[in-house]
């Protein structure tokens, strides 16, 4: 399964951004997804988990911002960003809960103050 993420742009601080990752070559329906994000020197942080039932999960420092949702039938998993800070600047990558799938080549948020 192929992953593309797309969306990221440049928006200033209390915008808003909608990221959206497609599927091909496979579903990921039987599968939990997530959002992750990455700044140059740093590990890559889980930032939004979406489970097949559809329970969530937000990292602290996105809760009550960020919204993740899974379209299945489309394969797509879509992060809802709110009141964007610019400590959220970041490439943004989805896949399973467990990296099952390969990386794509994840799309650039950048918010500035």
């Known amino acids: 399964v192929q992953l593309q993420a797309s969306g990221g742009g440049y928006v200033q601080a209390g915008g808003s951004l909608r990221l959206s990752c497609a599927a091909s070559?496979?579903?990921?329906?039987?599968?939990?997804m997530a959002w992750f994000r990455q700044v140059p020197g740093k590990h890559r942080e889980l930032v939004a988990l979406?489970?097949?039932?559809?329970?969530?999960n937000y990292a602290d420092s996105v809760k009550g911002r960020f919204t993740i949702s899974r379209d299945n039938a489309g394969n797509t998993v879509t992060l809802q960003m709110d009141s964007l800070k610019p400590e959220d600047t970041a490439v943004y990558y989805c896949?399973?809960?467990?990296?099952?799938?390969?990386w794509g080549q994840g799309t650039q948020v950048t918010v500035s103050s």
């Open positions: 896949n399973t809960d467990r990296w099952a799938f390969l």
């Open positions: 070559g496979g579903t990921f329906s039987d599968y939990h």
């Open positions: 979406i489970r097949t039932n559809h329970w969530t």
